[in-house]
């Protein structure tokens, strides 16, 4: 894929997720990055991915992210790597914005997918 920059008008809100990159968008891109947008409060069930790697940047707010079952309090630029099937949850203890890359691309579709 050749370098580009992305206009961030042609970016796509669906739910808590507005995808910047991902396949369909960019062809051949190796990857999907998105900003996610969480209240306080908020849960997401542990699951894994069969087959990408995730990574997740705290832009702004707090929360707890567990993963393989250790607990990691995560705030402003935390960082969080998570491995392919690894065991991962999260709770937010504030509004939480972060960026989050799969690689390869595949698990943002799941916010696509009607509520």
Do not use: N
Not at 2 to 9: D, G, I, K, V, W
Not at 53 to 81: F, K, R
């Amino acid at each position: 894929v050749p370098p580009r920059a992305l206009a961030a008008a042609a970016a796509r809100t669906y739910g808590p997720a507005t995808i910047l990159v991902e396949p369909a968008a960019v062809p051949g891109a190796p990857l999907a990055a998105s900003v996610l947008a969480l209240p306080a409060g908020a849960r997401v069930a542990e699951h894994e991915h069969a087959h990408e790697t995730e990574l997740l940047y705290v832009l702004e707010g707090a929360g707890q992210m567990t993963v393989a079952g250790v607990t990691l309090p995560v705030g402003p630029t935390s960082v969080v790597q998570i491995p392919k099937h690894t065991r991962h949850a999260f709770t937010a203890s504030a509004a939480v914005r972060a960026v989050q890359i799969y690689t390869p691309a595949g698990p943002e579709q799941r916010f696509k997918a009607p509520r």
